[in-house]
């Protein structure tokens, strides 16, 4: 009870003194230098075991009514970094002492890629976003398969590997760009890295476009993925800034193949949403995260849940700054969630804070597990 007592009480001096102190200063610096500097740090704090029981102790917040167990995984608690914050695989030893239950790396691709011209990132303070252009910046799949095999032999929480095409002239066309997909995954699945694999087919920042969002071209990648036989769960990373009769239709492939969970989903592609209140710079291309992100990311959730909730897993993402954020994704449908921006905007200690709330949310509405609370929205209002 004291330790709890302790946790929290440190949990909300970090978080105070980041909002007040850290991130007014931070935010005065270039955005993809910040991030940068956070990765080595985060990788530099995963290679000591007292540094990583020191944040252990303070960031993670445990509790059993927060485990799951999804397509034969367990998940400690229901909180995973989303894909794009650890491109490259840094931090995988100190994200489970952060408090993520897991942890999506990528995306990679096939062949490493510098990314797109910078700027590739800027912040939208009004608006509670980030504007992302890295266009698939990654070390490729083969560097990424040797860092796991050297330093991340058993993860201490459930790795999804996030797989994009690589963002060149050559896999622009269909065909390439299908090939760079499988030749990831292959090597993935031949060398056993990663616990789930998630495929992103909703990149806005590419090459040619995003290219698998329609559903014929999505039925012939899953085609091509099926005859992999990955036994591994695979989720499909969605654009969220389509109508839901496409997104329905994009789902409805989905459910003709290999694929047990939808990330419900990507950027907001249009810069020009009425929830974006600051002017972006016109030479800022790319989507938008955070807080632009949340209206759609639900409503796509809400009505997946609703006609394909017995069928996929939803990993909601999009928005989520607070226990209460991650929640509502939760009661909408979604059994996992994911998060970047949130973290950035309210400081790292924002994963404990969401699970302790999230187990005061259950019990307050006396669940005891959170697995009953997902989907909660429909079962009551419908
Ligand atoms: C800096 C940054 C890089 C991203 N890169 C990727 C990526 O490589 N692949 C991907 O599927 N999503 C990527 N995303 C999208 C996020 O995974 C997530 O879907 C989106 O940001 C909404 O979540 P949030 O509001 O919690 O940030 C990126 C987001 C950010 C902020």
Redesign the pocket.
Known sequence: MLVLAYNLLMRSVIGSMYRRILKPILFLFDPESV?TAFIKMGELLGSFPLSQSLINSTFTFRHPSLLQKINGITFENPVGL????D?DAHTVNILPDVGFGFA?I??ITALPYEGNPKPR?YRLPLSQ??V?Y?G?K?IGVKKIIEKFKQNYVSPRIPISI?V?KTNCDATANESAGMEDYIETLTQLRNQNVGDIY?I?I??PNTFGGEPFTTPEKLERLLLKVDELKITKPIWI?MPISISADEFDSLTKVATRHNVQGL?I???QKDQTDKSIIEPIPSTMKG?V???P??EL?NQHISRTYKKYGNTFIIIG????FSAEDAYEKIKRGATLV???????FMGPQLIGEINEGLYKLLQKEGYSNISQAVGAHHKTNS
């Open positions: 991030h989303s894909a794009g914050f491109k999506q990528g995306s990132l976003g980030i992302v890295f698939l990654n996030s994009a998630t992103n909703s990149c990373k990330v989903g990507n950027l989507g995260s955070g807080k992100t949340w990311s993402v999009g928005g989520i994911q998060l970047i921006t949130g973290m950035i």
